[in-house]
């Protein structure tokens, strides 16, 4: 409401998206879906929905599956935005992202405050500090972890 940004999930091929409606009484859904890549979209009636989980335990297993890691995730994001730092997440993030292929274009300041919950001012004033640390080291659009280990101590909290 705010202009705020928080995501939540960024789901792969395949993945089923929106199921609340379907499946709540709750019809109303406060999270938005944005598509990053062009998508194919499969969109299911109530009663198709309902068909396929009682017609096909396969697919419903699969949903359950889906359903226990999305709780799963949200779990540690409530644990991470409630009990780690700005600071913290960052660290963790930077961590995870220089542990995973490298994606064409990068992220902006503002991308990474939306995954982490934060603003995009409180990214840059962050960077520029584990920059000024030791930590990381930037080249143009590009960071570079030089201590690892102390953005794991931060990421822990230490």
Do not use: C
Request: hydrophobic share 40%; net charge negative.
């Amino acid at each position: 409401m705010d202009g705020r940004i928080q995501v939540l999930s960024r789901f792969g091929p395949g993945y089923p998206v929106n199921m609340i409606s379907l499946l709540s009484n709750e019809k109303t859904n406060r999270a938005t879906i944005e598509a990053i890549t062009e998508v194919d979209l499969l969109v299911l009636d109530t009663e198709t929905f309902g068909r396929l989980l009682a017609e096909h335990t396969d697919f419903s297993v699969m949903l359950l599956h889906r359903l226990a890691d999305r709780m799963t995730k949200m779990t540690n994001l409530a644990t991470d935005l409630s009990l780690h730092s700005v600071r913290s997440r960052l660290a963790k993030f930077l961590i995870d992202l220089a542990d995973k292929p490298q994606t064409v274009g990068g992220w902006t300041q503002d991308e990474i405050a939306s995954e982490i919950g934060t603003v995009r001012d409180v990214v840059g004033r962050l960077i520029r500090e584990f920059e000024s640390s030791g930590y990381i080291q930037r080249n143009h659009q590009q960071i570079t972890l030089v201590d690892r280990e102390g953005l794991k101590s931060i990421a822990m909290g230490l």
